[in-house]
């Protein structure tokens, strides 16, 4: 077959190919959920502008026109076609199998396409078209050699498919071996088989579309070199040579026997380590090669910090995104020196905090590592490559910091320039031979880095720092157990805005004692909100929320706050803090005097005085007095109809978007009362 731009369908039945085979040295089908959804979602897309550009232009309307006009329009409908390119697929021919073609790259997708067409054939019950188009001399055109188990499979789930026999059944027939619960392709197979065949069903997708507009560029790498030889250059992406190994071989490059032998046992080491926490990984290529990412980020930032921030923010980027590596900032001894750093971090992981996913090449489960988590991670990872015999609790006070400010929306907005400002502002701390995290004031005045040496966390290294051993570290429990909890971001400003403390004030036991019982008193409130909080909480003032316009009732809605999120936008906002501040003291002075009294008991009690000391009977008196009112409102919102807040005026609404019987007025829930 000549290289060149094929659709689905002419590339399958070209008179020239017998097979399309994957053979023994490719990996599994892995494609996930999301990738198939997008692939699929893509083709949908294009589909549909392609319904467009054809609609109004009808078999007869064309017959209608004089040859000469007729051919105009056709030629003009064709040059519009919308097919939906799916890239590259590189194959190379098998000369001890004629008609055989060996597909090294592309077989994730040419795998899920082969399964839609199986798909949309039987939707539109046109298996007999599927036989004629895609078997030849009753042989699968497309077949799996990864192994004989996946071989097997792929032929009797085609013929079971195509029977129009239950997709449920597969697992019981008896062709369906036990082993086959262990394979990976089969069990891509099947899983994405059945997104497949969910998205057909619901989705307007037709055969005739996939099989005619579907294309892709395709290279016979017989034009070059031969196909397992290109593969190994081409598809690193594969076990055959991976980024880590390419790096390897070019650092071990013209060194002698003895050296290469002695960096090579080293590199097994260091491979060991990532083998060890490769997660659900098959090796240890994934682990090791993010690694020398981390390493390549940090040398090469270090080298820029002269440059501007944006410079150094898109070299990050880059180095972040590729998926080759480059051996810029990369030698042997540099990457010894990390690795030792590492190891001991591994030392210390779980008083670090340090997530073993990362040592997998990722944050979590799915494999995605944001750029947000370098932060958490580089810091302390540049700490131990300067101490790497450093002190526990020094590292870990050092990596509380950075794993403390990632979490800061400011920060998260822009990681790539949060991360380069963090690694400045580590290498600044590391050249002037600073131990103590609390030495981060000192750079700080004579440094700019305000989005990451803010006030708060300026006073609270300057109160460590001032705190005798002991107390300090009870302050910095105290404070790390209230930037840990769910409502505080990162941040203990609210509690000791509750204190009405002032940071030039000396931080001593007895201000911790104060502070740790406030904080006690807001977590027992805020732990699970329900609407005696946001009715006591009302006692203190209008709390509420915009939260948009509903124009069927004409008049803004507003929230009074139902999810967790919100919550913390509240309480992280000095603008509206003021209801809560006076709520949670109100709270810890009941406590103090009746200790004995339920969190429950004592909001009844506010509640209570509230309504009996209330002069004026506005929209809050019935909104606290009414228990009704709030758990009519499903998900707590209000709506405020065009002119001032009076009863009349005033929307309960049952869900968010205003319909009928879903919402009513506020009078009609209450006893006006005398």
């Known amino acids: 077959m000549n290289t060149g731009r094929y659709t689905l369908k002419s590339f399958l039945t070209d008179h020239n190919l017998d097979q399309i085979i994957i053979p023994e040295i490719q990996r599994d089908y892995v494609w996930q959920d999301e990738n198939v959804t997008k692939l699929l979602q893509s083709i949908l897309e294009n589909s549909n502008k392609q319904s467009e550009i054809s609609e109004g232009t009808s078999e007869e309307d064309l017959n209608a026109m004089n040859p000469a006009l007729r051919e105009i329009v056709i030629r003009e409908i064709e040059k519009n076609k919308n097919y939906c390119n799916v890239g590259f697929i590189y194959a190379y021919f098998d000369t001890d199998l004629a008609g055989r073609f060996m597909l090294i790259d592309g077989q994730q997708r040419m795998t899920t396409l082969f399964l839609l067409l199986l798909c949309l054939s ?29 071989h097997d ?12 026999k239950d997709f449920n059944t597969v697992t019981d027939q008896f062709w369906y071996y036990t082993e086959y619960g262990q394979d990976v392709t089969i069990q891509s197979v099947l899983r994405n088989y059945k997104i497949i065949n969910d998205f057909v069903n619901s989705n307007v997708l037709t ?77 240890a290529d994934k682990g090791l090669e993010e690694f020398l990412k981390w390493i390549k980020i940090i040398e090469i930032t270090k080298k820029n910090s002269s440059k501007t921030i944006q410079f150094q923010e898109a070299s990050i980027r880059s180095i972040k995104d590729r998926l080759k590596i480059s051996i810029e900032g990369l030698t ?38 944001p750029a947000i988590d370098y932060m958490k991670l580089l810091p302390m990872l540049m700490y131990a490559e300067k101490y790497p015999e450093c002190d526990l609790k020094n590292i870990q006070r050092f990596a509380r910091f950075f794993q403390n400010i990632s979490r800061f929306s400011s920060l998260s907005k822009n990681p790539f320039e949060s991360l380069a400002s963090t690694i400045n502002l580590t290498k600044l701390f590391l050249d002037a031979n600073y131990i103590d995290v609390t030495e981060l004031v000192e750079i700080g005045e004579k440094n700019s ?34 930037e840990d909890y769910k409502l505080c971001d990162g941040k203990v400003w609210f509690i000791w805005f509750c204190m009405n403390y002032e940071p030039t004030i000396i931080f001593d036991k007895h201000k911790l004692d104060d502070f740790t019982f406030t904080f006690t008193n807001f977590k027992s409130l805020f732990d699970t909100p329900d609407d005696l909080l ?74 209570d005085s509230f309504i009996t000391t209330a002069t004026e009977k506005d929209w809050v008196y019935y909104f606290v007095k009414e228990p009704s009112i709030l758990s009519y409102c499903g998900q707590k919102l209000v709506c405020f109809r065009s002119g001032d807040a009076g009863l009349d005026n005033i929307v309960l609404l049952a869900a968010r978007n205003a319909a009928e019987y879903n919402w009513t007025y506020l009078k009609n829930r209450i006893t006006i009362e005398g």
């Not at 010894?336 to 489960?365: C, H, M, P, Q, R």
């Open 534 to 607: 946001r009715r006591a909480l009302l006692t203190k003032g209008d709390y509420s929320i915009w939260d948009g316009r509903t124009a069927t009732l004409d008049g803004d809605r507003y929230s009074f706050i139902n999810t967790e999120s919100v919550w913390r936008r509240q309480l992280t906002s000095s603008k509206i803090a003021e209801p809560y501040k006076l709520l949670v003291n109100d709270f810890g002075n009941i406590k103090t005097k009746k200790s004995s009294n339920s969190k429950d008991t004592i909001l009844k009690e506010i509640i």
């Open 449 to 482: 880095y305000e989005n990451i040496l803010t006030e708060e966390e300026i006073s609270k290294l300057t109160i460590y720092k001032q705190s005798e051993k002991d107390l300090r570290t009870r302050i910095e429990t105290a404070f790390w157990s209230v």
């Open 153 to 164: 499979f792929i032929l009797n789930f085609v013929e079971h498919t195509l029977s129009k």
């Open 332 to 369: 042997l001894q540099v990457i010894e020196n990390y690795f030792i750093a590492l190891s001991t971090l591994v030392k210390f992981k779980n008083e670090i905090a340090l997530n073993e996913y990362w040592l997998s090449g990722a944050s979590d489960a799915r494999g995605i590592f």
């Open 207 to 283: 055969l005739q579309y996939v099989e005619d507009y579907v294309e892709f560029w395709y290279f016979d790498t017989n034009k070059s070199k031969q196909g397992e030889e290109l593969y190994i250059y081409m598809n690193s992406r594969g076990e055959s040579v991976s980024a880590g190994e390419s790096i390897k071989a070019t650092l071990l490059k013209g060194l002698s026997e003895q050296e290469k032998h002695e960096w090579g046992s080293k590199w097994e080491k260091w491979q060991n380590l990532f083998w060890e926490y490769r997660k659900d990984n098959s090796n």
């Open 122 to 150: 039987v939707k539109e019950n046109k298996q007999d078209q599927f036989r004629r188009a895609y078997f030849r001399d009753n042989i699968l055109k497309f077949d799996y050699k990864v192994r004989e188990a996946s």
